[in-house]
C-alpha cells in the first residue's frame, strides 16, 4: 500500500482562505413570495456595488446581475458559464444568447436550467424549466443594447472554432461595413434572443458565523401552484 503524502494539502494558502459571515435570514423577515424576496435582495445587491471593508467580511459585489447558468446535454453533461440577468419578473429570469450557442443547444434539447447569483455573504439558487422569449421581448431588448453589443451579436459565431483572433476581427470588420448605411438601426438576428428560466425552485442563502448558514427555499409543483417555504440545514 502507498504511503499517504505528509503534504495532503498542497496548496494550505488556499485552504485557509476565507470570510467572516454575519448575515441572517429569519422566517419572521420572509417577503410572500420569492420574486418579491429576489428584488429586495438584487436591490441591495446594486448598492452593494464596489463596497468593501477591511474587516474580512467582504460584501463588494462586482456586477449583480452576473449569475452561473447551468446547462445538461440530453445525455446529462453538465456545463456552467456566466451570462448576465437583462429580466425578471413573476414569470421569470432572462438572459439573451445566440441560439446556436452550446448553451441554447442544450436548453432546447434538454430545457431545464439553474442559475446562481452570488453577491458577497448572500447568494441565490433557481431551478426550473426554460422558454424562449417571445420575438418581441427580443427585438425590444435587442434594440435597446450599444451598437457595439449589437454588431457583435451578428460578427460571432458562437461557440464555433476560430483559427485566430484576426479571424473574429474581420468578421466584425464585415458586419460593420454590411450595415453602415443603416448606421443605428441594425436588427436583431434571427439566431440571436432570450431564453426565460420559469423557477418551480428558489433557495435564498445568507451567510452566518461557524458556517451554520441561513438556507430558504421556496418550492412549488407547477406555475399556477402556491409556494412552499421551507429551512434547510446548512
Known sequence: MDTPSQNIIHHPEVAAMRLTYNQ??????????PFAQFEAWFADARAAVGNNNSSGSSTAVGEPNAMNLA?????????????????????????????????????????????????????????????RVSKEESDAYFASRPLGSRIGAWASPQSTLL?????????????????DAKGENIPRPDFWGGFRVVPDRIEFWAGRASRLHDRIVYARAAPDKEWDVSRLAP
Open 24 to 33: 441572517h435570514l429569519l422566517e419572521s423577515e420572509l417577503l410572500p413570495d
Open 163 to 179: 483559427h485566430n483572433r484576426e479571424e473574429l476581427d474581420a468578421l466584425e470588420r464585415h458586419v460593420k461595413a454590411k450595415f
Open 71 to 131: 446547462t445538461a446535454s440530453k445525455q446529462g453533461r453538465p456545463s456552467s458559464r456566466m451570462v448576465l440577468l437583462k429580466d425578471f419578473d413573476p414569470h421569470g429570469f432572462v438572459f439573451y444568447t445566440n441560439y446556436g450557442s452550446r448553451k441554447a443547444n442544450e436548453l432546447d434539447e434538454n430545457p431545464f436550467a439553474a442559475l446562481t447569483f452570488y453577491w458577497g455573504q448572500r447568494s441565490v439558487r433557481i431551478e426550473g424549466p426554460v422558454e
